[in-house]
């Protein structure tokens, strides 16, 4: 695509909050390998490169380096701290283990107040996290910024196009990083702003009607913001020759199936097959209660149910499913430099697990997308904001937020203890400022006291966190009265539990679901 900046992915954790950090400024960003050849990444017509931080020292062997030749291209290229380092070693500069590890925050002081650093402060905040420094400057450049433990804290070679800063301007923590960031953008690589989620939409149903013409689509409707906003792009782009599948296994929330039917096929006369397969399901999870059992169970079981119904659909030739950006990212390492997933149906393809015989061509117009474009996709074309904005649900559903057996009245129990946490959640304003909120019926039961009599039910735990990407995550602080709200409603309206606990851990160590 012309006009993107590639970025170089070195095995940086925050190399998907660079690719963020220019979308933002309305610039298309793709990761590749760091070992992409000069000719891959010249077909992609980049108009800037960005070489990402990573976890290797330089001082050595088998570190990882990219092809010399894309730093002599003329293409502009920022290196952000290992890859500041590599340009200077690619340079005749000189890297050198630092006696000070830098760490956290740190004070930067700013010699040049143009490119890089236009508009700023002399005196700016930045987040380091490195141990090795450029102590000799590369041949033909010069020091742009320091800090105290660094001489060499930023450079550039104005007439090569080559910037490096030793921080992160990608992350929150260094305030003007964003600021840093469309500065090289703009005022050094020329970029245009072109990258808007309307041209996204207009490239996306132009791109599906030339590849699907007049055949079939086919796609697993889950209800979920991913594949509702598929769902809706797709109608706008081929209408009636889409088939969308939406199987009730049983283990939803609390009237799902009925929410989504009424969306989709009343509101959207969307072409909808609504199937009804809670008792097969919950006969072949009967008695299970290891996790991962129950996973290649409901897995398995939607397999048979969705192949059954799309046969009956007629000959179909695409399978449309919501891929997003970070799926493909993290199917190759930085290290072994693998490609993405094949563009055909394997037995681990997240939309089930299809068998190849079915000889289904993907569509997937959000593979290049992070999670919050898509939301952004679903404000242009006007979904519900109780769609767009919906926390996540696990593909196996309920069966892995009751720790234990499945059985009807397990699941009864915590899906009317799930519609009141998020009742509540809602109510307080704090369903948008969380990024999953939820319970768990626990496998345990506590005595308690209800009318002066003894009780011997069960255990709710509550679980609420906030995260950017579900990668990482934190415990949310909820107020008293909000818990105390949600607890009391729970155990006098719901029969059967008597106990609410509530989960402050955070990932790491823990996940966000418990199993």
Not at 154 to 166: D, H, I, R, S, T
Not at 289 to 304: C, S
Not at 358 to 376: A, C, G, H, Q, S
Not at 457 to 485: C, F, H, Q
């Amino acid at each position: 695509m012309e006009n993107s900046v590639i970025i170089l992915d070195f095995g940086s954790q925050y190399t998907q909050l660079i690719a963020r950090r220019v979308r933002e400024c309305n610039v298309y960003s793709e990761i590749v390998p760091y070992n992409i050849s000069c000719r891959e990444l010249l077909n992609k017509k980049p108009k800037a490169i960005i070489f990402s931080g990573g976890p290797s020292s330089l001082s050595k062997k088998n570190v990882p380096l990219c092809d010399k030749k894309i730093t002599q291209l003329g293409i502009p290229i920022l290196g952000i701290c290992y890859g500041m380092q590599l340009l200077a070693r690619f340079n005749q500069g000189k890297v050198s283990a630092s006696p000070i590890r830098e760490y956290g925050k740190a004070s930067l002081q700013t010699r040049k107040k143009d490119g890089l650093f236009a508009n700023l402060s002399s005196n700016l905040i930045v987040w380091m996290s490195h141990t090795d420094k450029v102590s000799k400057l590369p041949l033909g450049f010069e020091a742009i910024a320091f800090t105290q433990n660094s001489s060499i804290a930023a450079f550039k070679n104005k007439e090569k196009k080559l910037y490096g800063v030793q921080f992160h301007p990608e992350v929150v923590h260094t305030p003007k990083g964003k600021k840093i960031i469309h500065n090289f953008l703009y005022k050094i690589a020329d970029c245009k702003k072109n990258w808007t989620m309307k041209s996204v939409i207009k490239h996306s149903i132009s791109s599906i009607r030339k590849q699907v013409a007049d055949k079939k689509v086919i796609c697993a409707l889950s209800g979920g913001v991913d594949s509702s906003v598929l769902a809706i792009l797709l109608h706008k782009a081929i209408g009636h020759q889409l088939h969308c599948i939406f199987v009730n296994n049983g283990l939803l929330r609390k009237d799902e199936g009925e929410k989504v039917v009424k969306t989709f096929k009343t509101h959207y006369n969307i072409n909808l097959k609504y199937i009804r397969a809670e008792k097969r399901f919950l006969k072949r999870l009967k008695g299970i209660i290891d996790p991962e059992k129950k996973r290649k169970i409901i897995g398995h079981e939607f397999i048979q149910v969705f192949q059954e119904e799309a046969k009956k659909i007629g000959p179909v030739n695409f399978l449309a499913q919501g891929t997003l950006y970070p799926d493909v990212i993290e199917s190759y390492s930085a290290h072994s430099g693998k490609s993405g997933p094949s563009a055909t149906i394997k037995s681990h393809h997240n939309v089930g697990g299809l068998p190849k015989k079915m000889k289904l061509t993907l569509i997937e117009p959000f593979r290049n997308l992070f999670k919050d474009e898509v939301r952004e996709i679903g404000i242009t074309l006007n979904l519900p904001q109780e769609i767009i904005w919906r926390h996540p649900f696990p593909g196996p559903g309920l069966a892995i937020r009751i720790i234990g057996s499945v059985s009807p009245e397990r699941i009864k129990i915590l899906q009317a203890a799930d519609t009141i946490v998020i009742e509540e959640i809602k109510k307080a304003g704090f369903y948008k400022k969380t990024w999953q909120a939820f319970a768990v019926l626990l496998p345990i039961k506590s005595v308690g006291v209800m009318g002066d009599a003894r009780t011997y039910e069960n255990v709710i735990a509550l679980r609420a966190v906030t995260s950017l990407d579900g990668m990482t995550a934190d415990w949310v602080k909820l107020p008293y009265d909000l818990l105390g709200k949600i607890s009391n409603r729970i155990i006098n309206q719901v029969k059967g539990v008597n106990r609410i606990v509530y989960d402050i851990s955070s990932k790491p160590p823990s996940t966000i679901e418990w199993e």
